[in-house]
């Protein structure tokens, strides 16, 4: 009868992983839109254990399980700009897109109260835009005036809409036929 023995490589492991949770933050989404993902480069590192089959140091013809465990750190630098350049890339894309915005911000002085925008309130105070802008909003149908350039265009087509005898809305309180029934 074999005694169950404890294994204390996975013990050690899992509390070594148990201590690593504890320090660790939680992992927010990224935001692509501002960002160039200017990363130069990242470190890596990576634990792997690969196993042997065969000992090559033995003349006997028994098998022999070598296990092998290998620890690597890397470090891989990407190709194109240099890190200064996308990093003013990137800060020049994030002033541009304040500038855009600033006129907005300091036309909203509800902004400033709301402790949530403090940091976009301070980057915007003192941006004096050079015109200002207005926010208008399209009034009527959209869809009533597509189909009005549509007829103007198009004047032999047959739409309901464009005085087309072929076409004939039915009179009120018509009642449509059921659809025949399969067999």
């Known amino acids: 009868m074999e005694v ?10 899992l509390i070594i992983l148990i201590c690593l949770l504890a320090f ?6 990224r935001n692509e839109y501002l960002n160039n993902n200017d990363r130069c480069g990242e470190f890596e590192a990576r634990i792997e254990k690969y196993q042997n089959d065969t000992n090559y140091n033995s003349s006997s013809s028994t098998d022999y399980n070598n296990e092998n465990w290998r620890f ?6 990407y190709l194109g700009t240099d890190c200064k350049t996308s990093k003013e890339n990137m800060l020049l894309k994030q002033q541009l897109e304040l500038m855009k915005m600033c006129n907005k911000v300091n036309r909203n002085p509800s902004l400033a109260q709301n402790p949530n925008f403090t940091l976009l309130v301070s980057k915007c105070r003192g941006v004096i835009p050079q015109s200002i802008e207005t926010e208008s909003m399209p009034t ?3 869809w009533d005036d597509l189909k009005e350039d549509y007829i103007k265009e198009n004047p032999e087509s047959k739409t309901l809409d464009n005085n087309n005898e072929t076409l004939k809305l039915p009179p009120e309180g018509y009642i449509l036929p059921l659809p025949k029934p399969k067999k």
């Open 140 to 142: 009527g149908s959209l």
């Open 4 to 13: 169950a023995r404890m294994n204390y490589y996975f013990t050690g492991a």
């Open 72 to 77: 690597n750190l890397g470090f891989r630098k």
């Open 24 to 29: 660790m933050g939680p992992a927010y989404p």
